[in-house]
Structures are given as C-alpha cells and as structure tokens.
C-alpha cells in the first residue's frame, strides 16, 4: 500500500524538447512605395493605354510635317513652276503636308475645270488626302451654308458625304489680320472631313482633309493639324519664313 501510494504522488517525468542551435537569416525587403504614388502610377498608366486622344495627340507630337507652297496659277500658267522652293516668293496659300506623303500630279484639264491647284494622299490609304481647290473672281464670302453647297456641285464625293452625314457642324473665325475662314466638319457614314474656306486675292480657297473612317479614329489629331495649318498668303505681309 505504501508503495503503490508512493507511485502515485510522484511527479512524472517532463517530456523534452530539443531546440536548434541554428540562429535565423536576415532577410532584406525593399521598402514599401507610399500608397498614394502607387495609386496615381497605375491610374496614369490606365489612361494612357485607355485613351484614344491621348495616343492620337502623341502621335501627331511625334509627326514630322513640311510646309507646301501653293501658287493657284490658273491653267493658261500650268507647269511655270519648278519644285517648292521656286514657288514660295510667288506662294498665294501655305499649308502642312506629313513627311510620307505623296504629291499627286494635277492635271492642265482637271485645274481647269474644278480648280483643283494641289493634292497630296497618304500612300497607304490614297483616299486619305489633303487637297486644295481655288475659283477666280469672288471678292467675299457668300453665306456659309451656300458655299458648303456651291463646292459640293463639283465634288461627286462631297456630296455623298454630306448626304449621308447625321449633320454637318460650320463655324466662323478669323486669323490675326481679320481675314474671314468658314471651316466645316463633316461626319458621313463612310468617311470624315474637315474644310476651310476663305477669299483674298479676288480669289475663293477651299482646303479640303479627308479620311475614311477608320483612318480618321487613327490619325485625327494628325489630320486637324493639317486643316488648322492652311492659311492665305498676304502679299503686302512679311515674306515667309523658311520651313
């Protein structure tokens, strides 16, 4: 009996544990970046890779562009000048032209005819092109819808454009001497223009930039550019500078 109380009242031997000897590795982290600048990051790179006008106004800032010369010779002078450098003493219009694009040769028939004075065309879609048109003897500018009207008599294209357009939108400015330019925009069903309109020199321009619809989506600040960049040439102004 007093051995199986004995038995009892003794402690039980603890069950060990072994510890390792190895000390822990330090591991180095980079420090956080403030939550604040990670968010404005990711936000700023959602808006670049998201927005069509943001990749659109890049890509005209990383165009290069030339400046044309434009004589409007009638078809009687057709040919009496040779080369752009030779035409800008004698320059009546300027506008820009994108590095690429080609000239298309107007023929004696068709600026007698339609007044069509210069053309250049994007070699990869022709029928995106810039191009200009002059009539002789219009000392101002008729109403601003019945000169939209006038030139879409002689532009089969035109007038399909504006047929098949939701509207047209026309607009009024004026440059630094107050010279008047109607500019319109057309959105047709298939194609996009923009076109600027002016009288001097007893004369009538109209500058047209077209583009099919889905050359517009790419290359429309490229194209703007293009429509705001035609302007006349004052003969009593300072001469032109070099482009």
């Known amino acids: 009996m007093a051995m199986l109380l004995a038995s009892l009242l003794s402690p039980s031997p603890l069950p060990t544990t ?5 000390s822990p590795r330090a591991v180095r982290l980079a420090p956080a970046k403030p939550l604040a600048a990670t968010l404005a990051a990711v936000a700023a790179a959602g808006l670049l890779a998201l927005s069509p006008a ?3 106004a890049a890509a005209a800032g990383e165009a290069e562009f030339k400046v044309y010369y434009g004589t409007a010779a009638s078809a009687a002078n057709y040919g009496g000048y040779g080369g752009n450098a030779s035409k800008k003493d004698a320059a009546e219009y300027v506008y820009e032209v994108p590095e690429g694009w080609k000239e298309r040769l107007v023929s004696k028939v068709e600026k007698g005819t339609n007044g069509t004075d210069s053309e250049f065309f994007n070699p990869r879609k022709r ?8 009539l002789a003897g219009f000392r101002a500018l008729a109403p601003v819808g019945a000169v939209l ?3 879409a008599l002689s532009d089969v294209g035109l007038q399909d454009q504006i047929a098949s357009a939701d509207g047209v939108l026309s607009t009024e400015r004026r440059d630094g001497g107050g010279q008047l330019y109607y ?19 007893n004369k009538l321009y109209a500058h047209f930039v077209t583009a099919p619809n889905p050359e517009w989506s790419r290359d429309e600040a490229v194209l703007r550019r ?18």
């Open 149 to 151: 009207d006038n030139l």
């Open 18 to 22: 072994t510890t390792s000897s190895t």
């Open 226 to 243: 293009l429509h705001q960049s035609f302007k006349t040439v004052d003969p009593a102004g300072p001469p032109l500078a070099s482009s």
């Open 183 to 201: 500019e319109y925009e057309i959105a047709g069903a298939g194609a996009h223009s923009l076109i600027s309109v002016t009288c001097a020199r």
């Open 127 to 134: 029928s995106e092109r810039e191009y200009l048109t002059f």
């Open 54 to 56: 943001t990749a659109a």
